[in-house]
């Protein structure tokens, strides 16, 4: 099991070092900050785009609080499954904190304080997918890795001024997660709450690229990239319901075969 362990995480170097030989770099666009709402309220600039973050505040702190009070309100049954949720509870929490901070003064040195929480979510979601759906131990071993992995990835953006290993940290779990939500047989009941948030994630990523045309259509309500934020605030709004509501399943069918 070690060998295999080892195997995986050796092939998972080298595809890689291949991508990052084979690729072009991909520097961050300058126009990436240039929103399409750039209106002031009460002093605020950027207003919406700020006020819109709110929400993960919200919903990141009502998930952290039931990962602890009421004592096991969520019924975690796997060793590591508290840690990796405590982590991504963290990380939505404080998204509003990094998103606002970017808003108010979008530039390349504030945008790393807005990637850094998104990819501490991003990270926790894929370790708790394989706690729960591959092996616990792995997965709740795995957890500070690919922690790292994220951080390693924004620093390198940074330093570097190339996204590729962003991207791969951002649009990976977004492939992997819906196939193993459908492929793999989960241990709890309540899972299609995983295909709604990423359904939800997919439709802000879409917000986000028209955030202009939305700005245009609304006729100057509200912008594509508002939009987004209240939209990616649906997913970890999905995945606590989703705890809040599940129970071991006695039969574990992937929703595939369902």
Known sequence: MKKRTMYAWGSAIVIFI???????????????HNFA?????????????????FPFLIIG??????CFYPEDYFRFSLRGEKIGWTCFYVGVATVAFGSSYYHLHPNDATL??????MTIAFTSIMAIFVI???DEHKGTY???PLLLAGLVSILYWRFFDDLRPYALVQFV????????AILLPPMYTHSTYWLWAAGFYLLAKVEEAADKPIYSWTHHIISGHSLKHL?????PVFLTLMLAKRTVQTERISLYKT
Do not use: K
């Not at 702190?61 to 039931?66: A, F, Y």
């Not at 790393?112 to 929480?117: A, F, H, I, M």
């Open 173 to 180: 779990p977004c492939i992997v997660i819906p196939l193993m």
């Open 132 to 134: 729960e759906r591959i």
């Open 37 to 53: 709402d750039q209106r002031s309220f009460l002093g605020i600039p950027n207003a919406l785009n700020v006020i819109s973050n």
């Open 231 to 235: 939209c990616a605030a649906m997913v």
């Open 18 to 32: 291949v991508l990052m030989i084979v690729t072009p770099t991909i520097p961050q666009s300058q126009s990436y």
């Open 112 to 117: 790393l304080w807005d990637r850094l929480p």
């Open 61 to 66: 702190l009502i998930g952290l609080i039931l």
């Open 142 to 144: 795995s957890i500070v």
